[in-house]
């Protein structure tokens, strides 16, 4: 059925784009589990090192060759902008919001996908249309974050804000890493590439956790080796492979529309294993935010 390249191709496509949909939905309670018994920094560190080691070591057993030493340097700066900086801070987060809240948060990031865009000298220009869905998606931020912004009147500080402050700087890293990546990671097997940016975020975040102090605190339990076994074959090995394949022929505004199934499968998946709330504020501020990107997605830019 899918002899035809071109119908391989949207084939592949599809297959990808469901593993990015799906898989990655379940790994906000797959980190959400693995905290209970692991910091945050070793837990991610571990995942990515496992994850790059394993891949690593299949392609070069393919004979899959290595990547010019120039691009070295932009493959590292992917990886530490992509899970360094993304993915830690929404491992981090979790400490403090919801699994399901963490996704929905994360459902931001075509518009932080679509502001860096705009950025770029030859970048896309959104029409009035994508404006009103930005407005439209940080408008279900504020119902989402509602009565915590209402602690803040009463003298309440930030401190209470620090998991959703760190969702909104891993959208910014992995928008900032996503788009580095499309236009800079060029000429490379994009699997090695992969390989290479989980082994350098993950030693990067190894030696932080064991700098922090965090090393008498990871207790790996057999609930915690489950949920570390997940993220590394569901969550990187297959969903963040998929996601790169997919930054490499597919542009990256339409890769960004995990965002609409992410925090649905999060949602449903925190509130069945968790016992996570389900109020009907998340869920007018989860079909707001949703609502905003579909109508950012819809809206035609125009190349400057």
Known sequence: MTSDPARRHAFLISLNFAAVYVLWGSTYLAIRVGLEDLPPALMAGARFLVAGLLMFGWLRWRGTALPPRRMLGPIALTGMLLLFGGNFLVTYSELTVSSGMAAVIVANLPFFMTGLEALREDGERLSS??????????????????????????????????????????NLCWASGSIYSKHRVKGVEPLMAVALEMLIAGAALTAAGLAFGEAPRFHLTARA????????????????????????????????????????????????????????????????????????????????
């Open 129 to 170: 249309f994508g404006v009103l869905g930005l407005v439209t998606g940080f408008a279900g931020m504020l119902i989402l974050m509602w009565p915590k912004l209402m602690t803040l009147r009463a003298g309440g500080g930030l401190g209470g804000f620090r998991g959703e402050l760190a969702l909104l700087g891993a």
């Open 225 to 304: 080796a489950s949920a570390l076994a997940w993220l590394v074959v569901a969550g990187s090995l297959l969903g963040y492979s998929a996601y790169m394949w997919l930054l490499n022929h597919v542009p990256a505004a339409k890769v960004s529309t995990y965002a609409y199934v992410n925090p649905i499968i999060a949602l449903f998946l925190g509130w069945l294993c968790l016992g996570e709330a389900l109020t009907t504020r998340m869920g007018a501020g989860t079909a707001v935010i949703l609502g905003g990107v579909a109508v950012v997605n819809a809206a035609r830019v125009r190349v400057r």
